[in-house]
């Protein structure tokens, strides 16, 4: 749902619904205090089954990254617990190959709903600059110009605000397998193609079988 | 966790901090209005009483009524004043805001002349204190929305909006708005119910 006080225009809006509403309560009422009571209380459940059933969902604005210099291919990488994986990391090489390349890696600061809503964030933060600094060694180990920033705990908003300030030519999603990662269950992939206007990689990393394997990084 | 230096900055760019400070500011005037409302039901329901509002009290329907159509008729002007902006026309915002103005300061001046021919005072009854309580909290309302309208109607014709930057319209405007949705719970619960 959106708040119907975000513009003047839905705010007006909401004015004339209201006009509308009272005026059927009035009309009610007149007839009889309990047809007053009963159109009042049908209008609550109509607000109601519309704010919960058929809210307009916020309709994704398409976000296109301002131009950089030429002569330097820029890649975004947006990845939390699976930004040091090995297939993450060979996904940055073979992209970076041939090309003067700059990385900006971006980890999301995922925290609790309790701990956002509190504005708890100082752990969640410190964890994900730990493994930002953790995977931006492997890649300037690998002789590819990188930088990073702990990003907003919702990934969608954390690459528009990186999307600002650093213009890429190319977005890479590192997230879980299916099956284990919220990411694609909360459909971050399939947002992000549908709300910025370019290309997108979806790079599934198992840390578990990285693990296993004898060459880990 | 401690820090040598201010943390830095991280805020949402989804919406306007701007938007963001109003919608919390309407919040809290709800929260206040229900306060008020709160306590007018409360003493509807003690008192129980049939007709309502017990004799020999009268509410001035019809007067406060033509004073209802002319605030929801600034309403109309705000919005033509916001629309006329965004299209580039500045004569539609002058005249708009300056409309709006008068009918505001109408509906204000309507307001204070009922309170002195309305026959009863703030300390009658506990049905005097509620209506007084809830139509003069509404009044200063309009009073606030009336300093900001003339804000920005002398921004208009200072030429300070554009159809780029008229932040300060758009802002003014939410707020008339929900004075005026305000106005209408009030009419109907306090002078038609």
Redesign the interface.
Known sequence: MR?P?????E??R??LG??VA?AL??IG?RINVWV?VAVAVVEAGVVAWVVLFRGRKERPIMQAPPPHPPGERRILVIANETVGGRALLSEIKQRAAGARTSVRVVTPALNSPVKHWTSDE??AR?AAQQRLDKSLAAIRSAGIEATGEVG?GDPL?AI??AL?TFAPDELIISTHPEGRSHWLERGVVSGARERFALPVTHVVVDLDAELKSPTGY | MGYDYPPPIHFSSRISPVIVGIFLFIGSEIMLFGSFFTVYFFDRVVNHTHPWPPPPYERPVFVAGVNTLILVTSSFTMHWATQSIKRGNRAGLQAGMVLTFLLGLTFLLTQVIEYHRIGFNTSDTSFAATFFGLTGLHGCHVFVGLTILLAMTIRSFRGHFSPEHHHGIEVGGIYWHFVDVMWIIVYTTVYLL
């Not at chain 1, 006080?5 to 225009?9: G, H, K, P, T, V």
Request: hydrophobic share 50%; proline share 0%; no cysteine.
């Open positions: 708040n006080f975000r513009s003047e225009a705010a007006f909401l004015l209201f006009v009272a309560i009035v009422s007053g100082d752990e410190a907003d908003q528009e605000d600002r």
